[in-house]
């Protein structure tokens, strides 16, 4: 079975820019969740979708926005990018039938912003 | 506000030499503990996920306990290879997301 995929892996913007990201489940998941990862802050989580409706939203500015699509892919936008924005974004994906389940992880996207 | 802490931040181990990592949480009605190893540049890969106090879970060098307020991560006779950033995470009711510890960052050396 195929793992999460995220595209593209890296990417180069500047301030002021927008950026958008995209994340496909292993087939069969729901569920997917996006994690900002910084050296400083760690992993933290910006928002889960499931069945194209956000469920959560972590504690992120409202510059960082999502979707999914209705065969479960997701993408995520930032805009009017920061310095501050520039990260590891990780998209996870579970079944998405309860709190608890397993979630696993892409490879990520490396953001970095000028 | 939930919160899950990992000690110690960094381990150098030699080769052989068994240690243990810990993940003290304070979450209000836990769900699920998750373990996940990263390594440089890549994505957290899954290793186990504990439900309830007294649980444990083995695989290959690691084993995975569970309590009422923290969770361990013992590494036996450890080789280079599982030298990697071991991250904990917990879930707590009512929603899906993962609150992570910054990490134990692990180093074997031969």
């Known amino acids: 079975k195929a793992g999460v995929t995220q595209t593209p892996r890296y990417l180069i913007k500047t301030r002021g820019q927008q950026v958008t990201l995209s994340c496909s489940p292993i087939s069969g998941h729901r569920s997917v969740s996006w994690y900002q990862q910084t050296p400083g802050q760690g992993l933290q989580f910006l928002f889960e979708?499931?069945?194209?409706?956000?469920?959560n939203k972590g504690n992120f500015p409202g510059r960082f926005s999502g979707r999914q699509f209705s065969n479960s892919r997701s993408e995520m936008n930032v805009s009017t990018l920061e310095l501050g924005d520039s990260a590891l974004y990780l998209c996870?994906?579970?079944?998405?039938?309860?709190?608890?389940?397993?979630?696993?992880f892409g490879p990520g996207t490396r953001l970095l912003v000028l | 506000e939930d919160q899950v802490t990992q000690s110690p931040e960094a381990l150098r181990l030699q080769e052989g030499e068994s240690s243990s990592l810990n993940c003290s949480y304070t979450?209000?009605?836990?769900?699920?503990l998750f373990w996940y190893r990263q390594d440089p540049g890549k994505g957290p890969e899954f290793l186990f996920t504990l439900y309830s106090a007294g649980e444990e879970k083995e695989k290959e060098r690691l084993k995975a306990t569970l309590t009422k307020k923290e969770s361990f991560l013992h590494i036996t006779a450890p080789k280079p290879e599982d030298s990697a950033t071991y991250l904990c995470?917990?879930?707590?009711?009512?929603?899906?997301?993962?609150?992570f510890g910054k990490g134990n960052q692990v180093v074997v050396i031969p």
């Open positions: 979450v209000s009605g836990l769900r699920g």
């Open positions: 996870a994906s579970s079944l998405g039938e309860a709190p608890g389940e397993t979630q696993y």
């Open positions: 995470a917990a879930v707590v009711y009512g929603n899906n997301r993962l609150a």
């Open positions: 979708y499931f069945s194209e409706t956000q469920r």
